[in-house]
């Protein structure tokens, strides 16, 4: 069986992402991997109940849709790309979901690009979704 694994954030576009990771499992007869990546600090220890809240309702979500699934919730210092990069090689992904939104020229240059990342050093095929 493969695996699809998944970018998600509690936003349009991680709905998005999540959904599309679905279909993809269930055409391909693989199971999905949702990685849930956080910085840590304080930021992050404010938000433990809701981020718990935010996964229940994600695990719900996989559990209605009847397809193989496993949660990897990761609070270290690195980016979302690297823990998406490293799941994808671990697990021998054979596609890798991630959701996109706009961002202004400013955000992109501040904050850098991880989506970009994730396209240029991903060990598989990735697939790019808008929310609607």
Same mark, same amino acid.
């Given at each position: 069986? =493969?695996?699809?694994?998944? +970018?998600? #954030? !509690?936003?349009? $576009?991680? &709905?998005?992402?999540?959904? @599309? /990771?679905?279909?993809?499992?269930?055409?391909?007869?693989?199971?999905?991997?949702?990685?849930?990546?956080?910085?840590? =600090?304080?930021?992050?220890? +404010?938000? #433990? !109940?809701?981020? $718990?809240? &935010?996964?229940?309702?994600? @695990? /719900?979500?996989?559990?209605?849709?009847?397809?193989?699934?496993?949660?990897?919730?990761?609070?270290?210092?690195?980016?979302?790309?690297?823990?998406?990069?490293? #799941? !994808?090689?671990?697990?021998?992904?054979?596609?890798?979901?991630?959701?996109?939104?706009?961002?202004?020229?400013?955000?992109?240059?501040?904050?850098?690009?991880?989506?970009?990342?994730?396209?240029?050093?991903?060990?598989?095929? #990735?697939?790019?979704?808008?929310?609607?």
């Amino acid at each position: 069986m =493969g695996t699809v694994v998944v +970018g998600y #954030v !509690a936003k349009a $576009e991680g &709905e998005a992402a999540l959904g @599309r /990771a679905i279909d993809e499992a269930r055409l391909r007869g693989s199971s999905v991997v949702v990685v849930s990546s956080h910085r840590g =600090g304080q930021e992050h220890d +404010g938000r #433990v !109940a809701e981020i $718990e809240a &935010e996964l229940d309702a994600v @695990r /719900a979500r996989l559990d209605e849709a009847g397809v193989p699934f496993t949660l990897r919730q990761t609070v270290r210092g690195l980016e979302p790309a690297e823990d998406l990069i490293a #799941v !994808a090689a671990e697990h021998d992904a054979e596609l890798l979901v991630i959701g996109l939104r706009r961002r202004s020229p400013v955000g992109k240059l501040i904050l850098g690009s991880n989506a970009q990342r994730v396209l240029l050093d991903a060990p598989c095929p #990735v697939l790019a979704v808008k929310a609607s």
